[in-house]
Nanobody
Framework: QVQLVESGGGLVQSGGSLRLSCAAS????????MGWFRQAPGKEREFVAA????????YIADSVKGRFTISRDNAKNTVSLQTNSLKPEDTAVYYC????????????????????WGQGTQVTVSS
């Protein structure tokens, strides 16, 4: 099993930045792609960003492209989401996810592509 714990969420003003982190523990050798999703109140969970096992390939949702960046440190078993120019519509619970399957450049953009999930961290952007 793999455990994922997110951190870094909080309250920020519109235009501000936050760096979300996710630490993996357990059978971390089995982790392939990692990603971030978010769920706003009353809405379905949506894809935000994904990064391949090596970190050489990333995929960013159009809604956050140019503002969010995903990165990972395999030596530390962490994945990060740098969020800049935040908007009130970015307010959501942000979830970290990890996959234990897929090719070397696999960057899944849907929930079925992931096997493990964190508990989430709240990001609130005030206007």
């Amino acid at each position: 099993q793999v455990q994922l714990v997110e951190s870094g969420g909080g309250l920020v003003q519109s235009g501000g930045s936050l760096r979300l982190s996710c630490a993996a523990s357990g059978r971390t050798f089995s982790i392939h792609a990692m990603g971030w999703f978010r769920q706003a109140p009353g809405k379905e969970r949506e894809f935000v960003a994904a990064i391949s096992r090596s970190g050489s390939k990333t995929y960013i949702a159009d809604s956050v492209k140019g503002r969010f960046t995903i990165s990972r440190d395999n030596a530390k078993n962490t994945v990060s989401l740098q969020t800049n120019s935040l908007k009130p519509e970015d307010t959501a619970v942000y979830y970290c996810a990890a996959s234990n399957t897929g090719s070397y450049y696999y960057t899944p953009q849907t929930e079925p592509g992931y096997d493990y999930w964190g508990q989430g961290t709240q990001v609130t952007v005030s206007s």
